[in-house]
């Protein structure tokens, strides 16, 4: 199978869109877009009649969108107590799972109120409320009057409110929310999670994701790009060619229809492509065609930037509709403007060669992530996003999975500027439920809606890759499986058949010998790296792509003895070990998925479960309160990175070397005993020394295990203080670079690091700020959990905290915390006005840390 996949892009820009227009005259503001993140109201439990726009809403709590209602806590064992088989982990019973959706509030109902002003609306206006994202079970009224619903929590929607407006600014929005119990796997999440913007636009407009980019042909030399822009008609009124009469009827949601003469319009789309500096590269001026709702234009690049992780380039189609009366003899006036951003690149999926982008040939260096952001719950925040994407990018990550679900618009757009190529995921379930009250009761009415949603929204961003239908769906198995995912691919594909589709799959042998693998552009496969040969033996596609791999456990710091490999290890503190050889019974090591990615070239990539830790499924705790977040991340749900970091910085990152050491070296106690020393390397070979003595010099080998082809291992160092130091040596023999651990001492003082140290003053920018309990001579204290606490004075304040420890029922949002294996990190948020900001954070018998910050 030979696909070849162009490129194309879709979304509206605010920010951009409000700059381009802010440079024309006052007549020429014909599109506003706003966005609704202030002087919300907030009131958990049901209260039917807070839709009714006299409603008293005084006494509700004020917040600002995006909202979680329920990562405030407290955490409790009992919320959302599940009694399941996990049949995709091979258990054979149902047992009580205290912490699979993270024991957070969430199960319930919510209301959302504010005052709604709909700056310029009048007659000849429309105005449309767009939802990134609510969870869930959304049900939206203005005015009191229901406007529209929309169950599935992780998708955008929009509603068209021009008919339920009044005149002037006293109008009311209202959004009512309800989470059901035993409806997920892991922490969903509660409220106006994602963003809320208000668009008003003249009657002829285009509207939401309106624009659709694809190119045809790329090569180096020149790209054909070709823009469909769709108008949006009210009734009344028809596109028509000068002097023609036509007859149609229609209403404002019908672009084009038949029947009484109609007032003829006659419809101009000027569009220039900018490149990134905003240069005007290409232009075309298209008039409408008589009857048709959409308008096509070309263009042709010469020597075209390309987009792709390593150069994400972006282009900007800026579009302007101008309408006039076909009878009159006036002159064209602009009815609205739209910004499409794009990338230039072109990407092939072929049978024996596997993937390439621009001709270039390339495995995914992927992981899967879930939605939520550690201490912020799900509520979406773009420092926060960005800040993962950095520490994804230094590992030499390329690609993301957004599992198990549509991302936020943020994430998407962030992958477009920041090189990272992504698998949009729709669904968990189809018709067969997981868990009880899961997306199978909404399947058969909602699937075909959030998919065109899901690829509507997305399609134009050249991050997207891929699109996912679903993940380790029962419906595998089941019998007509294969007909529900051929109609679901189909419908991806009407959407937009450039890209190909997947799913991950987990039932392996009813996968393939029901067709339901064979049906996919993809073949997908979830932990089944020693079955990557067999399968590929007898689909049809020729390649085969590892859609999650891994899920190895491990805690940030934590490490057990002895030191060997287990499947289900577990430990009365509720730890997993970081010596990276503890999985699940399903699954893997990294260093088996990397052997038959390395080995086997109709391989494609994979994805790694998971990018950072998250809140619920607590394997393989998932019965032992309070463990109540995720084991497998990368990163821990601080973002802190876990040994494991550096064994895939090691393999992915190739433009800059790797040498990590672990375990710490402070275990007091355990003097003459066995404590084995890994090094996870880039180099090929090195020599390790305790106090100065040689431990012997290792070299990596594809001869015995997977573990020696990657690592670097001393097995029977005996422990004794003092330091731990290797020397790597590179292909020639010659030493590169050396790394040291070294015992600490007592505890002594407090040291802050931020990612960033001037911010913006918008109310919703972040710093992290890693925190670390060090000695006297700068080192870490490996085991410190002192009780930290935390201050922000000046033109800030304090925003969360997280430590990273899965067990820890701390709550994010109160300024104090312990720190977990000597850390933690601490966010420190922005206010609305500018200034400088000081973070202090204290703790018995320990030297205070202070940090200096400023917002602009």
């Known amino acids: 199978m030979n696909h070849t996949f162009p490129r194309r892009v879709l979304h509206i820009v605010p920010f951009l869109l409000l700059a381009l227009l802010s440079a024309l005259p006052a007549e020429a503001q014909v599109r506003q877009e706003f966005l609704l993140d202030t002087n919300w109201k907030f009131k958990k439990g049901d209260v039917p009649e807070a839709a009714t726009p006299g409603f008293e809403d005084a006494s509700w709590q004020t917040?600002?969108?995006?909202?979680?209602?329920?990562?405030?806590?407290?955490?409790?064992?009992?919320?959302?107590?599940?009694?399941?088989?996990?049949?995709?982990?091979?258990?054979?019973?149902?047992?009580?799972?205290?912490?699979?959706?993270?024991?957070?509030?969430?199960?319930?109902?919510?209301?959302?109120?504010?005052?709604l002003a709909v700056p310029g609306f009048g007659p000849g206006k429309r105005a449309v409320l767009l939802f990134d994202g609510a969870m869930s079970n959304a049900r939206v009224f203005v005015n009191g009057q229901e406007v529209g619903n929309w169950p599935y929590g992780y998708n955008s929607f929009s509603f068209d409110i021009t008919t339920y407006l009044q005149p002037g600014d006293n109008n009311t929005l209202a959004v009512r929310l309800q989470n059901q119990s035993q409806a997920s796997r892991w922490y969903p999440g509660a409220g106006l999670y994602r963003n809320v913007h208000l668009i008003v636009t003249n009657d002829v407009h285009i509207p939401v994701w309106g624009s659709y980019v694809t190119t045809p042909e790329v090569t180096a030399e020149y790209a054909q790009v070709k823009l469909v822009t769709e108008v949006a008609v009210p009734a009344g009124r028809l596109i028509g060619r000068k002097g023609a009469e036509i007859s149609v009827k229609g209403s404002h949601d019908e672009h084009i229809g038949h029947g009484a003469m109609q007032k003829v319009l006659l419809l101009r789309l000027d569009t220039s492509i900018q490149d990134a500096s905003g240069q005007v590269v290409a232009t075309s001026s298209t008039l409408l065609q008589s009857g048709l709702p959409s308008c096509e234009q070309a263009f042709t690049l010469i020597q075209p930037q390309l987009w792709s992780p390593e150069t994400p380039t972006l282009y900007q189609a800026v579009s302007r509709l101008y309408v006039k009366d076909a009878r009159a003899d006036t002159t064209f006036q602009l009815t609205d403007e739209y910004s499409t951003r794009f990338g230039v690149r072109s990407f092939r999926f072929e049978a024996g060669k596997g993937f390439s982008l621009n001709g270039q040939a390339?495995?995914?260096?992927?992981?899967?992530?879930h939605h939520d952001l550690g201490p912020l719950g799900t509520a979406i925040n773009t420092a926060a996003l960005r800040r993962q994407l950095v520490l994804l990018k230094d590992m030499g990550c390329d690609a993301i999975r957004t599992s198990h679900n549509m991302p936020a618009p943020e994430l998407v757009d962030l992958c477009d500027e920041m090189g990272f190529m992504l698998m949009v995921e729709s669904f968990d379930e189809w018709k067969t439920?997981?868990?009880?009250?899961?997306?199978?009761?909404?399947?058969?009415?909602?699937?075909?809606?959030?998919?065109?949603?899901?690829?509507?929204?997305?399609?134009?961003?050249?991050?997207?890759?891929?699109?996912?239908?679903?993940?380790?769906?029962?419906?595998?198995?089941?019998?007509?499986?294969?007909?529900?995912?051929?109609r679901l691919q189909d419908i991806v594909h009407r959407e937009d058949p450039t890209r190909p589709v997947t799913a991950g799959m987990d039932r392996i042998d009813a996968a393939i010998n029901n067709n339901f693998a064979s049906v996919l552009d993809i073949a997908g496969f979830n932990y089944k790296p020693m079955r990557y040969e067999t399968a590929n033996g007898k689909l049809p596609q020729g390649f085969i792509l590892g859609t999650e791999t891994a899920s190895t456990v491990s805690s940030r710091g934590v490490y057990e003895f002895p030191v060997v490999g287990a499947k289900q290890k577990k430990y009365p503190n509720l730890q997993s070990s970081s010596y990276d050889l503890e999985v699940c019974?399903?699954?893997q090591t990294p260093d088996e998925e990397f052997v038959k990615q390395d080995d086997l070239p109709f391989v494609i990539g994979e994805f790694v479960w998971t990018g950072f830790d998250y809140l619920g499924e607590p394997t393989p705790y998932d019965e032992s309160w309070p463990s109540h977040s995720s084991y497998f991340g990368i990163l821990d749900l601080a973002g802190l990175p876990k040994d494991r970091f550096y064994l895939y910085r090691a393999r992915w990152n190739t433009t800059a070397p790797t040498l990590h050491l672990l375990p710490h070296w402070t275990w007091p106690g355990r003097e003459g005993e066995t404590t084995p020393v890994f090094c996870y390397t880039s180099y090929p070979s090195a020599e390790l020394f305790v106090n100065g003595k040689s431990m012997g010099r290792q070299t990596k080998s594809p001869s015995a295990t997977p573990q020696t082809r990657y690592r670097l291992m001393w097995n029977e160092v005996k422990y004794e203080p003092g330091t731990i130091k290797v020397v790597a040596y590179d292909a020639q023999g010659k030493q590169a670079a050396t790394e040291e651990v070294r015992t600490a001492g007592k505890p002594d003082h407090i040291k802050l690091t931020a990612d960033r140290t001037t911010l913006k003053a918008n109310g919703q920018d972040l710093a992290f700020v890693t925190v670390r309990v060090e000695d006297a001579q700068g080192n870490l204290c490996p085991t410190a959990t002192n009780q930290l606490q935390f201050a922000v004075s000046g033109a800030g304040k304090f925003r969360a905290a997280a430590n990273g420890d899965a067990t820890s029922l701390e709550l994010f949002h109160e300024p104090k915390m312990k720190a977990f294996q000597g850390m933690l990190v601490a966010l420190v948020g922005t206010t609305d006005k500018p200034g400088n900001m000081q973070l202090k954070i204290s703790g018995k018998g320990l030297k205070t840390g202070v940090l200096q910050l400023r917002s602009e």
């Open 63 to 115: 917040v600002r969108v995006p909202h979680d209602w329920a990562i405030y806590g407290p955490f409790d064992g009992n919320n959302d107590l599940q009694e399941v088989k996990i049949e995709q982990n091979n258990e054979k019973a149902a047992t009580l799972k205290s912490g699979r959706t993270g024991g957070l509030p969430f199960i319930g109902t919510g209301w959302y109120r504010r005052k």
């Open 362 to 369: 390339r495995k995914f260096k992927g992981v899967c992530n």
């Open 433 to 486: 439920p997981k868990v009880k009250n899961g997306y199978s009761q909404y399947f058969d009415q909602w699937a075909e809606k959030d998919l065109v949603n899901m690829v509507r929204r997305d399609r134009n961003h050249p991050s997207v890759i891929m699109w996912s239908i679903g993940n380790e769906v029962p419906d595998q198995s089941a019998p007509g499986g294969n007909k529900i995912a051929k």
């Open 585 to 587: 019974n399903w699954s």
